[in-house]
């Protein structure tokens, strides 16, 4: 369901509601046009305001942006209240769901970014090894407000979050070491770059983007629906939070791309040719996830939770950790930084192409 519309009890199909995206919002329907806006806003702030992404670089710490760590709980928490937790069950023992996901988001999505990184980049050492970091740190922010407004599994999304939460944490530096340093080397390739990973920054990254607002969302759901009841606080409560989960975004990307502005606008060419790696990698983790979700007989609104979540990556990690390893004027740090500058649109489109998809299954979400 859109962030800004209420909430019913069920999402109707495709066969019983008609067009969905006639039925979304002023906010949600220009989604698009919002976020080319704020992307510009951000863009031209950072470039024509002098000292702007210093300043804001300084308000962090231990390595995580404050004002960017504030829109993402902005945007992530009324998402999180609409999550209906007591059908958790149903979503993990889901065993199709469950084995896809880890499948396509810690064999096959860190493969496919290192395979196209070489293809793309073999002459650019720095925008290759940038690009890897990207593909390691998979979705746990963003993929909610895609899924949501894709009209996927809110339960599901807040499982495979987690759940890439918790591979993230034990994963990232091992995933690091075997394609950054082992596999180029048995590969012939060159002798490899350490990466430098502190769990603790990762642990951390995971408990702020989203422990707590998954904590504040569980607990908003727990009280509202024990003092108004479920359908009140559906009907009632959650309409009048939703648009704030699109505000967050909103704020977050201007914030995001007034702190690197000058560094993109700096390097277009080199901005372009690590653009291209990038919109092979989205679309080859939607499509095939999404493939893969319907081949296993998934309902549609799981199957697009699947394709999202894989689509997704943790620009913040990413960049944190390139620029902690490489510096903030290094290569890897730039690789890092176009991420969201591609991923967003690509995504916000791929919404827009799910919800045409939607429309193929039948009236049972199949």
Same mark, same amino acid.
């Given at each position: 369901m859109p962030a800004a519309e209420p909430v019913a009890p069920r999402r109707p199909t495709a066969a019983e509601g008609g067009g969905v995206v006639g039925r979304l919002s002023t906010l949600d329907r220009f989604l698009a046009v919002w976020i080319l806006l704020a992307m510009a806003l951000g863009l031209g702030l950072g470039r024509l305001v002098p000292g702007l992404g210093d300043a804001?670089?300084?308000?962090?710490?231990?390595?995580?942006?404050?004002?960017?760590?504030?829109?993402?709980?902005?945007?992530?928490?009324?998402?999180?209240?609409?999550?209906?937790?007591?059908?958790?069950?149903?979503?993990?023992?889901?065993?199709?769901?469950?084995?896809?996901?880890?499948?396509?988001n810690w064999l096959v999505g860190p493969a496919v970014m290192f395979a196209l990184a070489w293809i793309f980049l073999a002459d650019l050492p720095e925008y290759r090894t940038g690009l890897i970091i990207v593909g390691l740190a998979r979705c746990i922010a963003m993929v909610v407000i895609w899924n949501d407004l894709a009209c996927g599994d809110r339960e599901a999304a807040a499982v495979l979050v987690a759940l890439n939460s918790a591979f993230q944490v034990v994963a990232f530096g091992l995933l690091g070491w075997f394609y950054l340093d082992l596999l180029p080397a048995r590969l012939g390739l060159g002798d490899g770059e350490h990466l430098d990973v502190s769990l603790w920054k990762i642990a951390l990254n995971v408990v702020v983007f989203l422990g707590v607002p998954l904590?504040?969302?569980?607990?908003?759901?727990?009280?509202?629906?024990?003092?108004?009841?479920?359908?009140?606080?559906?009907? /009632?409560?959650?309409?009048?939070?939703?648009?704030?989960?699109?505000? +967050?975004? *909103?704020?977050?990307?201007?914030? $995001?791309? &007034? #702190?690197?502005?000058?560094?993109?606008?700096?390097?277009?060419?080199?901005?372009?040719?690590?653009?291209?790696?990038?919109?092979?990698?989205?679309?080859?983790?939607?499509?095939?996830?999404?493939?893969?979700?319907?081949?296993?007989?998934?309902?549609?609104?799981?199957?697009?939770?699947?394709?999202?979540?894989?689509?997704?990556?943790?620009?913040?990690?990413?960049?944190?950790?390139?620029?902690?390893?490489? /510096?903030?004027?290094?290569?890897?740090?730039?690789?890092?930084?176009? +991420?969201? *500058?591609?991923?967003?649109?690509? $995504?916000? &489109? #791929?919404?827009?192409v799910s919800l045409a998809r939607r429309r193929k299954f039948d009236a049972t979400g199949r």
């Open positions: 804001l670089a300084v308000v962090e710490t231990g390595g995580i942006s404050l004002p960017i760590a504030v829109g993402l709980l902005v945007m992530m928490y009324p998402v999180l209240a609409k999550v209906r937790y007591d059908r958790f069950d149903a979503v993990t023992g889901d065993r199709r769901l469950i084995v896809s996901s880890l499948v396509v904590l504040a969302g569980y607990l908003t759901r727990r009280v509202g629906e024990r003092k108004l009841g479920r359908e009140a606080y559906e009907s /009632g409560f959650l309409p009048r939070i939703g648009p704030w989960a699109l505000y +967050g975004l *909103l704020f977050t990307i201007v914030t $995001l791309f &007034a #702190l690197q502005g000058r560094t993109i606008t700096s390097h277009p060419l080199d901005v372009a040719r690590i653009a291209l790696p990038l919109l092979v990698y989205f679309a080859v983790m939607w499509f095939g996830s999404f493939a893969l979700g319907r081949a296993v007989g998934l309902p549609y609104d799981r199957t697009a939770t699947l394709a999202f979540t894989a689509a997704g990556n943790n620009f913040e990690l990413a960049i944190a950790v390139a620029i902690a390893t490489f /510096g903030v004027t290094s290569g890897q740090a730039l690789a890092g930084v176009v +991420g969201p *500058l591609i991923e967003v649109p690509v $995504l916000v &489109a #791929l919404v827009h």
